[in-house]
Structures are given as structure tokens and as C-alpha cells.
């Protein structure tokens, strides 16, 4: 028997990166998986084809994780299509840098309202069924920044050190009803973003982490795919550093 199978999973903002990686996973896993999507369709189709292809059920949804009202709607919707929900991820997340005296407003409350404000968004909308069913796994990405802070992610960093203080708060609350909490924080993943970043800058990340290599999304999705199974049914209000070593 797979480790997931049989379970419902939400994986929010999983077009790319490390959502799409645990997406994938998921389904690898046996889960069948509800995602979400912002911007381009077409990608978001072809990923629920992608998922189909291991034999589960999969289905994306076009919804914006930092409006409170599309949360609610796409949690009742993923509950019609699929029966049930047993795992949500939040892992829909941006970032928009710059030095503190240089940040707008603006620039402050995208990266607040896409990042954390979507954690409480569909937690609070998904909670309410897993409490009925008296079971669930809730898993927030965070970043080793919420842990330690970053120059020039004073947004970002903040953001990521909500989600945790937020995850230790539900996982407190809602322990009782058998619901976990519990966040992931990646270090230094090698995605198409940072593909993009210059070589020497990513030479010296590299030689700072004790493992002397940057992580894959494969690396976050297996310890997604660990706090969503029978596993870690012990394991609640906890953060999974997924770095390497970087904070060591």
C-alpha cells in the first residue's frame, strides 16, 4: 500500500516549483490531489493530465489563495468533487524585495496578503471539515528567512515567521480534534528562479551549507509527503527545516 493512498490532498500555488514537486509526489504516493493555480491555465492543465496519468483522481482550480472568499469557495468546491479533505498544503507564495527604506506599501501587504494572510484564508475554510471527520494534516511552507531574517525580505521574512507562530497556534487549538499543524521550511531549493541568479552568488550559497549543495523540490516534497502520512501522526506544531544545514 502507498504511503498517501486513499488520502484527499489541497496543494495550493502548484504550477511550479516546490508546489508542483509535491504535487506530484502526492499523487506518486497514491493521494489523489486538488491544486490550484494563478496565472497561466495552460500549465495548470497539463499538470492535472500529468497527475491523472499515476492512476488517482486530480483536478486543478483557478482561485487566488489571498481572497478569503475564493478560499472558502474552492475548499467547498475540492470537498463536492472529492468527498473529503485529509491534507491541505499552503505553499502559494511570492516575493517582492527590497531594502526596508525603499519597500512600498504596496510591495508590504502583496507579499502579507499572498503569503500569509491565504495560510489563515484556507486553513480557516478547511478546518472546518476536518474537524467533522476528526482527522487532518495542515502543512505551511515557511523559509529558514522566517527563522533567521534576510536583508531585503523584510516582507518575505516576516511573512514566513507569521506562518510559523501561526502553525504552532492551530496546531495548540486544534490537537484534540486529531487535526496536525505543521510547517516546512526550505533552505536554498534549486528551482527555475534560481536558475536565473548569478553562478558565483550561487557558488557561495553552496559553499555555506554543510551538505555543499543546494536542495531539489524533490527534497521539500518527500518531507511534505512525511507530515501528510500515518507517519507522522505523532508529530504536531512542529518546523521541518529542509536546508541542508544552512541554520545548524
Avoid: C
Avoid at 486553513?123 to 534576510?150: D, E, F, L, P, Y
Avoid at 516576516?158 to 480534534?177: D, P
Amino acid at each position: 500500500m502507498k504511503l498517501l493512498e486513499g488520502k484527499i490532498a489541497l496543494v495550493t500555488g502548484a504550477s511550479k516549483g516546490i508546489g508542483r514537486a509535491i504535487a506530484k509526489k502526492y499523487a506518486e504516493m497514491g493521494a489523489n490531489v486538488a491544486f490550484t493555480y494563478l496565472s497561466s491555465v495552460e500549465k495548470g492543465q497539463a499538470l492535472e493530465q500529468e497527475l491523472a496519468e499515476y492512476g488517482i483522481q486530480a483536478k486543478g482550480y483557478r482561485s487566488d489563495a489571498s481572497d478569503f472568499t475564493q478560499a472558502e469557495q474552492l475548499v467547498e468546491a475540492v470537498v463536492k468533487d472529492f468527498g473529503k479533505l485529509d491534507v491541505l498544503v499552503n505553499n502559494a507564495g511570492i516575493t517582492k524585495d527590497g531594502l526596508l527604506m525603499r519597500m512600498s506599501e504596496d510591495q508590504w501587504d502583496a507579499v502579507i496578503n499572498t503569503n500569509l494572510k491565504s495560510v489563515f484564508n484556507l486553513t480557516k475554510a478547511a478546518t472546518k471539515h476536518m474537524m467533522r471527520a476528526k482527522s487532518g494534516s495542515i502543512i505551511n511552507m515557511t523559509s529558514v528567512v522566517g527563522i533567521k531574517g534576510n536583508a531585503g525580505q523584510a516582507n518575505y521574512a516576516a511573512s514566513k515567521a507569521g506562518i510559523i507562530g501561526f502553525t504552532k497556534s492551530v496546531a495548540l487549538e486544534l490537537g484534540s480534534r486529531n487535526i496536525r499543524s505543521n510547517a516546512i521550511a526550505p533552505g536554498f531549493i534549486e528551482t527555475d528562479m534560481t536558475d536565473e541568479l548569478d553562478a558565483n552568488v550561487v557558488a557561495e550559497w553552496r559553499k555555506a551549507i554543510p551538505l555543499k549543495r543546494g536542495g531539489a523540490p524533490e527534497d521539500v516534497a518527500n518531507a511534505a509527503v512525511f507530515l501528510a502520512s500515518d507517519l507522522s501522526a505523532y508529530v504536531t506544531g512542529q518546523t521541518l527545516q529542509v536546508d541542508g544545514g544552512m541554520l545548524t
